[in-house]
């Protein structure tokens, strides 16, 4: 059983950060890609950001300048900074990780709970 937990969101105003964070824990042997999405209410759940084991970054083009994600391999976290934030990036943001549970098995994607991001004008 692998959990991953996001915690940082909450009621921001636009020009703030916020730092989101997300710990993946259980019987994990080793963690690929990390990432971000969010889904804005009536609307589909959309990349933000993703990282992989080695560190290389992806940003929707909504964000980028904006936010920074990073990851610490350590402790199974992937965080998500995100600067001079918008009314539009008002969502609920989840976290994602492509995670192998032993040396021989192949790739299974957790998803988080989600953690709501509100930005005010």
């Known amino acids: 059983q692998v959990q991953l937990v996001e915690s940082g969101g909450g009621l921001v105003q636009a020009g703030g950060s916020l730092r989101l964070s997300c710990v993946a824990s259980?019987?994990?042997?080793?963690?690929?890609?990390m990432g971000w999405y969010r889904q804005a209410p009536g609307q589909q759940r959309d990349l933000v950001a993703t990282i992989t084991r080695d560190g290389r970054t992806n940003y929707a083009d909504s964000v980028k300048g904006r936010f920074t994600i990073s990851r610490e391999n350590a402790k199974n976290t992937v965080y998500l900074q995100m600067n001079s934030l918008k009314p539009e990036d008002t969502a609920v943001y989840y976290c994602?990780?492509?995670?192998?549970?032993?040396?021989?098995?192949?790739?299974?994607?957790?998803w988080g709970q989600g953690t709501q991001v509100t930005v005010s004008s």
């Open positions: 994602r990780a492509e995670v192998k549970l032993r040396a021989w098995s192949g790739l299974a994607q957790y």
């Open positions: 259980g019987s994990i042997f080793s963690i690929n890609a």
